[in-house]
């Protein structure tokens, strides 16, 4: 079973920062897709941030704000969030699979809130 452990989140004011980061064990090397989801209260999960070797995906939400990278055995992806605004309070999940859109993911992380407020 793959495991995918998070770390980061918490409670930050508006324009803050906050970096989320996920380890992989060693197993997913050959999943070439890491990504970032995250669920409001009464919302659908969604793709915030994507990466493979080729192509990088972000929301039009978080464009220009977060930043998705990883390191280069592809066992770990971070999400570097600034300007945090109120609406990106969520429940943050990292996620990896053959794909970063949904159909592909096949491992998740356990989540980690994330509440912007003042």
């Known amino acids: 079973q793959v495991q995918l452990a998070q770390i980061g989140g918490g409670l930050v004011q508006p324009g803050g920062s906050l970096k989320l980061s996920c380890a992989a064990d060693?197993?997913?090397?050959?999943?070439?897709?890491m990504a970032w989801y995250r669920q409001a209260p009464g919302k659908q999960r969604e793709l915030v941030a994507g990466?493979?070797?080729?192509?990088?995906y972000y929301d039009d939400s978080v464009k220009g704000r977060f930043t998705i990278s990883r390191n280069n055995a592809n066992t770990a992806v971070f999400l570097q969030m600034d300007s945090l605004k109120p609406e990106d309070t969520a429940v943050y999940y990292c996620?990896?699979?053959?794909?970063?859109?949904?159909?592909?993911?096949?491992?998740w992380g356990q989540g980690t809130q994330v509440t912007v407020s003042s």
């Open positions: 996620a990896v699979g053959r794909s970063y859109y949904a159909d592909g993911i096949e491992y």
């Open positions: 990466i493979t070797d080729f192509s990088t």
């Open positions: 060693g197993r997913v090397v050959n999943l070439k897709a």
